[in-house]
């Protein structure tokens, strides 16, 4: 008897991260059935709010049960700034952040420089603070360069665009050994940006979905 393909629940609070996530599953897992749910307010409220208050929180953990309660083996948050939520559901299936994975390749990359960039400035401030939690509880310390690139903002989906917009805020920044991208709707930008910047640009689609399933099925792809 066929094992029944793994189902991995991309939870979402923003449209344009999840062609992304999907195409990170068809490289990196492709034993997955991938399922998308949304709710495309919660990055608007967000920002509406400043940040993400109890009651967003509490949006997108009921997505998180909906997910696992409707048999889910796995679980990826596409929106970086509910990671804290990721780590607080309590489920008996893993249940990881966006830039989870990718951060763990910043801190085990054996760089001196890093350029984190996104695209609208509260994204940008959450992923510095999570990052330096990060590295901080990993003993890591890293010269982080926070980059803005405002114009990535209104290109959804075109990698091309998306690196024009990308390597415009970074270049000229001396030093970097690596850039990472802090939001699943500018991760289609990294390969392209590699290529053009020769270093290693981190993105999370691909990365968390080498680690679900590792976890799952207990074997890199």
Same mark, same amino acid.
């Given at each position: 008897m066929a094992v029944p393909a793994p189902q991995i629940a991309l939870v979402g609070a923003v449209a344009a991260?999840?062609?992304?996530?999907?195409?990170?599953?068809?490289?990196?897992?492709? =034993?997955?059935?991938?399922?998308?749910?949304?709710?495309?307010?919660?990055?608007?409220d967000a920002l509406d709010a400043g940040g993400v208050t109890d009651e967003l929180a509490g949006r997108m953990a009921a997505l998180i049960e909906y997910a696992i309660s409707r048999g889910a083996d796995g679980v990826l948050l596409t929106c970086s700034m509910y990671g804290p939520v990721a780590h607080a559901a309590a489920a008996g299936v893993p249940v990881l952040a966006a830039d989870d994975a990718a951060f763990a390749d910043a801190a085990d990359g054996d760089f001196s420089r890093i350029a984190l960039v996104a695209s609208l400035p509260l994204p940008l401030a959450d992923a510095r603070e999570r990052l330096d939690a990060f590295l901080a509880e990993r003993g890591v310390r890293l010269d982080i360069v926070d980059v803005l690139a405002e114009q990535a903002a209104d290109v959804?989906?075109?990698?091309?665009?998306?690196?024009?917009?990308? =390597?415009?805020?970074?270049?000229?920044?001396?030093?970097?050994?690596?850039?990472?991208?802090?939001?699943? &709707?500018? &991760?289609?930008?990294?390969?392209?940006?590699a290529e053009r910047l020769g270093i290693p640009v981190l993105a999370g689609p691909v990365r968390a979905a080498a680690r679900l399933r590792e976890t799952l099925l207990g074997a890199a792809p």
């Amino acid at each position: 008897m066929a094992v029944p393909a793994p189902q991995i629940a991309l939870v979402g609070a923003v449209a344009a991260a999840a062609p992304p996530a999907t195409a990170a599953f068809a490289a990196a897992f492709p =034993e997955a059935r991938t399922w998308n749910i949304l709710d495309d307010r919660l990055i608007a409220d967000a920002l509406d709010a400043g940040g993400v208050t109890d009651e967003l929180a509490g949006r997108m953990a009921a997505l998180i049960e909906y997910a696992i309660s409707r048999g889910a083996d796995g679980v990826l948050l596409t929106c970086s700034m509910y990671g804290p939520v990721a780590h607080a559901a309590a489920a008996g299936v893993p249940v990881l952040a966006a830039d989870d994975a990718a951060f763990a390749d910043a801190a085990d990359g054996d760089f001196s420089r890093i350029a984190l960039v996104a695209s609208l400035p509260l994204p940008l401030a959450d992923a510095r603070e999570r990052l330096d939690a990060f590295l901080a509880e990993r003993g890591v310390r890293l010269d982080i360069v926070d980059v803005l690139a405002e114009q990535a903002a209104d290109v959804t989906g075109d990698a091309a665009a998306l690196a024009d917009a990308v =390597e415009a805020a970074v270049r000229g920044i001396p030093n970097l050994d690596a850039v990472l991208l802090a939001q699943y &709707s500018v &991760s289609p930008a990294a390969d392209v940006l590699a290529e053009r910047l020769g270093i290693p640009v981190l993105a999370g689609p691909v990365r968390a979905a080498a680690r679900l399933r590792e976890t799952l099925l207990g074997a890199a792809p």
